[in-house]
């Protein structure tokens, strides 16, 4: 199973973001692109079931991805489905302690009328986030991960074994178009105002981080990085 190189764009974007899809990059928050520790990912985008997933020293092994599964639920004059996505791995880095993942996206969407006069709605948020993670550092107990739909954006939290929560935040910003994108292409995870790593799942994707980050807590957002890869934020759309 294969993923478009391109992520889908907001209509009014449509047409530029199309011509430039091979080069289109996430707009980085200020002055973190001139400093930022970045490497290419392989295994993302085009994506195939169990691949691992790569960038710089950190791997995600042990892949272990069902298919997204939809079912509906009867609900007198309307649609409504629910569609769910699990998945599993261990990210690995040499000379620091493996982080094992458990995933779960799902989304609900009620609609009404048929193909030519249709209405739907994104119902997520009435029955929990949209992504649930839970990050076990060898040595800790399990950390959430969570990410829900908030208007034409995402957003969430990472809790860390050290004690610290950080802000998940979705990017729709496009570099070199003042245009939004219409989901997220990308994600900043955020200590207070400052972002410590970047996701970008635009085409290939690419992760960056701060510099200052030390080896086991950049091996830790790596790891929650590698989820907000995997993750379709179109799910049920």
């Not at 990059?25 to 195939?48: D, K, M, N």
Request: proline fraction near 8%; aromatic fraction near 6%; charge should be neutral.
């Amino acid at each position: 199973m294969s993923r478009s190189a391109c992520r889908p764009f907001a209509v009014a974007a449509a047409t530029l973001a199309m011509a430039a899809c091979t080069t289109a990059q996430v707009r980085l928050p200020p002055g973190f692109a001139t400093a930022a520790v970045s490497y290419e990912v392989s295994g993302h985008s085009p994506r195939r079931q169990g691949e691992p997933v790569r960038f710089g020293p950190y791997s995600a092994l042990e892949m272990r991805e069902g298919g997204t599964l939809s079912w509906g639920v009867p609900v007198p004059g309307f649609d409504l489905v629910r569609s769910a996505k699990p998945v599993a791995y261990t990210l690995v880095a040499r000379d620091q302690s493996p982080v094992e993942v458990q995933c779960r996206s799902r989304a609900w969407t009620l609609g009404r009328g048929d193909a030519d006069r249709r209405l739907e709605i994104d119902a997520t948020a009435l029955a929990g986030p949209l992504l649930a993670c839970g990050l076990k550092l060898d040595g800790f107990e399990p950390r959430p991960l969570v990410l829900s739909r908030q208007g034409g954006t995402l957003q969430g939290r990472l809790s860390a074994p050290w004690g610290r929560d950080y802000a998940v935040r979705g990017l729709n910003g496009l570099v070199g178009s003042p245009l939004p994108l219409g989901v997220p292409g990308g994600y900043a995870i955020v200590d207070g105002d400052v972002p410590v790593a970047v996701v970008d799942v635009l085409n290939a994707g690419r992760v960056h981080f701060d510099p200052a980050l030390d080896a086991e807590r950049r091996a830790y957002f790596a790891a929650a990085a590698t989820a907000l890869l995997l993750l379709d934020p179109e799910l049920g759309g």
